[in-house]
């Protein structure tokens, strides 16, 4: 298996601009996990899907952030209109069930929002 | 409140000399434990995890951890550490409904 792909591995994108992320998870996977780390915050939960559902989408800093899942192989992350205070890693993750099977995790993609 | 800690950091340590990283918790139930390592610019990875059974697990690239349910805590070892173990390592306890709490991470320096 491939892993967890992400796509693009860097964005440089400017203020006001629409960018989106794309994640595949594992096949068979059924739970996935957008996060998003800085230096300041550290790793945050921005939302997490079961079986294309969105479960939990509280840690979405605003409305300029939304995330869809249309099936069980690929979801997006969409931040619009950007701002610099967007820059981060974002990371997708994949699981099979919770509990002790563990996520694995992307190579994440570098946004930096000039 | 559920939370994890990690006290450190960060940590430095010298090639070949023991290391440890620190690792407590305060979750309801009998959580599950796993233990992240972070390399530059690359995404987290599978280091081990504490399911039942024996306190001490091991996992990769030599690294042990030791589970005490009486002081919630699950501190990650190596007995000799290598220059390639420095990165930032992550505790995460799973939650009541089985998601992983990610501590805030501590950096772990080898020097040699």
């Known amino acids: 298996d491939a892993g967890v792909i992400q796509s693009p591995r860097h964005e440089v994108t400017e203020m006001g601009q629409e960018v989106t992320l794309r994640c595949k998870p594992i096949?068979?996977?059924?739970?996935l996990f957008w996060y998003r780390q800085t230096m300041m915050r550290g790793l945050e939960l921005l939302i997490y899907?079961?079986?294309?559902?969105?479960?939990?989408d509280s840690g979405m800093p605003e409305d300029r952030f939304s995330a869809k899942m249309p099936n069980a192989s690929f979801s997006t992350l969409k931040i619009q209109p950007s701002e610099p205070r967007d820059s981060a890693v974002y990371f997708c993750?994949?699981?099979?069930?919770?509990?002790?099977?563990?996520?694995?995790f992307g190579s994440g993609t570098r946004l930096t929002v000039v | 409140a559920q939370s994890v800690a990690q006290p450190e950091d960060q940590v430095n340590v010298a090639e070949g000399n023991p290391l440890t990283v620190k690792c407590t918790y305060s979750?309801?139930?009998?959580?599950?434990l796993f233990w992240y390592v972070q390399y530059p610019n690359r995404g987290l990875q599978f280091l081990l995890k504490?399911?039942?059974?024996?306190?001490l697990v091991k996992g990769s690239y030599g690294f042990e951890a030791e589970f005490n349910k009486s002081q919630t805590s699950f501190h990650l070892k190596k007995p000799s550490a290598l220059v390639s173990d420095s990165a930032l390592y992550f505790c995460?306890?799973?939650?009541?409904?089985?998601?992983?709490?990610f501590g805030a991470g501590t950096q772990v320096v080898v020097t040699p």
């Open positions: 995460a306890p799973t939650d009541s409904w089985g998601k992983l709490q």
């Open positions: 096949s068979g996977h059924d739970y």
């Open positions: 504490y399911i039942t059974g024996d306190n």
């Open positions: 993750a994949s699981s099979l069930s919770t509990g002790g099977n563990g996520y694995t």
């Open positions: 899907f079961n079986n294309n559902v969105p479960i939990d």
């Open positions: 979750v309801s139930g009998n959580p599950y």
